[in-house]
């Protein structure tokens, strides 16, 4: 058996008609070569086999350099994916299954199942594969449906002044930002103290617009302070990920950059901890925000946990209603064949270095969640429990359990149960300097 060199480039003839591994170096020539800077170390797979084949062998070696967990993972000769998938019957199936028990390595300390345990159809809890490429080569990946803001008020409670809104979504910044920018313009005219953020349906989104609501929220006084950081594995962080040397780091216009004189890839991101901390940047002219009271279920995971994370240090905040999804991981697309691949490959930290909600974030004070509630409507029972609570009719405690929260498989969020969709996606990722 030959051993397959994952930077080498071979001849078009050779191959025969067979779509070789990497179709995903779109723009690289079709022609043998010696191999651009990997080491014969990381010389590991064969050279020959089906297209197939490759995909199988490409989903691992990607995982190997990239998933936020590589450090379990075993070698590709002890892992052999072509073994173990390559008779499955639906080629996709074939590699959903691979990609799922790569997932399942990795056992969370506190309950004793893989961080990505779940009961849903043996999909991973978040890493997932599409049909279809990322659009922007992956540092802009992935498209997120829905409406961003799906409902509006202004409450008065004696001399107290409340706004509520609900957000169904984080679509991209550049199809919401002038929605949201007249949403919180609106509510900054009364001055309210209150912010009543209801996240019940909120799956996630894109990252950057969570965070553009964050800075919509707070005041200018959190200027500089830190809102969170992303902790990618030790081989991206060290700039050691040779494999994404194949993937194309295109600009925000989808469009090839040059770097150091060549064109970039994804193997030129600055992944340190220090290049992907983000810290607060006052957005429009609400100022007066104290208390932050969110309603939240089993359907508010990804960007919108990243959310609340970001807030937590910084404000009086409680959550209400019922637990949350928990996904404090995010991923970018990886184009393989005609895949699109998101391997969880950061952690959220907030600014107090806090992460650990896999299990999802217990609320202070639970609420049954009704069925197809009016948003907004005061006599509904989650925005009627936060409204006491604020008026001070309910004392807020957190929920003390010995238990592990069970996914809610009837509430899980769109962005899990639909496979073609996806959920906490990073699209500003930031070439080395």
């Known amino acids: 058996m030959k051993i397959y060199n994952t930077g080498r480039i071979y001849d078009c003839k050779r191959i025969k008609g067979i779509i070789f591994l990497f179709l995903i170096v779109a723009y690289t020539s079709c022609k043998k070569d010696k191999p651009i800077g990997i080491n014969e170390e990381e010389v590991v ?3 020959t086999g089906t297209r197939t084949e490759f995909t199988l062998d490409s989903i691992f070696l990607y995982a190997k350099q990239v998933y ?8 590709y000769n002890t892992f052999k994916p072509r073994e173990k998938y390559g008779n499955v019957q639906s080629e996709i199936s ?7 028990d790569i997932s399942q390595f990795k056992l969370n300390q506190v309950t004793g199942k893989p961080f990505e345990f779940s009961t849903y159809n043996n999909l991973p809890k978040y890493s997932s594969l599409q049909v279809g490429r990322t659009t922007g080569g992956g ?8 409406e961003a803001v799906l409902a509006k008020r202004l409450i ?8 509520y809104m609900a957000l169904g979504s984080f679509p991209s910044l550049s199809n919401t930002k002038s929605k949201l920018d007249q949403l919180f313009d609106e509510i900054a005219t009364d001055k309210p103290k209150y912010l009543i953020l209801d996240l019940r349906s909120n799956g996630g989104g894109y990252v950057e617009t969570a965070e553009y609501v964050a800075n919509l929220i707070v005041s200018s006084a959190l200027n500089g302070k830190i809102m969170y950081s992303e902790q990618f594995n030790q081989i991206l962080q060290s700039g050691k990920a040779t494999i994404l040397r194949h993937q194309p780091y295109l600009d925000e216009n989808g469009k090839t950059v040059m770097y150091n004189g060549r064109l970039a890839t994804l193997a030129d991101v600055d992944y340190t901890e220090s290049g992907n901390t ?3 940047n006052k957005k429009g002219s609400l100022e007066s925000i104290q208390d932050v009271y969110i309603i939240v279920s089993g359907q508010t995971a990804s960007a919108s946990e990243l959310l609340i994370s970001c807030l937590k240090p910084y404000f009086n905040l409680k959550l209400i209603g019922e637990n949350t999804y928990g996904k404090p991981v995010g991923f970018f697309g990886i184009n393989i064949d005609q895949y699109s691949v998101y391997l969880s490959s950061f952690l959220i930290k907030n600014a107090k270095g806090w992460s650990d909600y896999f299990n999802g974030m217990e609320p202070d004070l639970n609420v049954t969640m009704p069925n197809n509630p009016t948003l907004g409507d005061t006599e509904e029972a989650c925005l009627k429990a936060a409204i006491a609570a604020i008026d001070g009719k309910i004392q807020l405690q957190p929920k003390k359990s010995a238990s592990i929260s069970r996914l809610n498989l009837d509430k899980m969020p769109l962005a899990l149960i639909d496979k073609d969709s996806t959920g906490m996606i990073e699209n500003r990722l930031k070439l080395r300097h």
Do not use: H, M, Q
């Not at 936020?68 to 070698?75: A, C, E, H, S, T």
């Not at 008065?156 to 706004?163: F, G, T």
């Open 156 to 163: 008065r409670l004696d001399d107290k002044v409340i706004a």
């Open 45 to 47: 797979s064969p050279t």
């Open 94 to 100: 074939a590699f959903r299954n691979e990609l799922f």
């Open 139 to 146: 540092n802009r990946a992935g498209v997120i449906n829905g």
């Open 68 to 75: 936020l967990w590589n450090d379990v993972l075993p070698g």
């Open 278 to 280: 983000y810290k607060f």
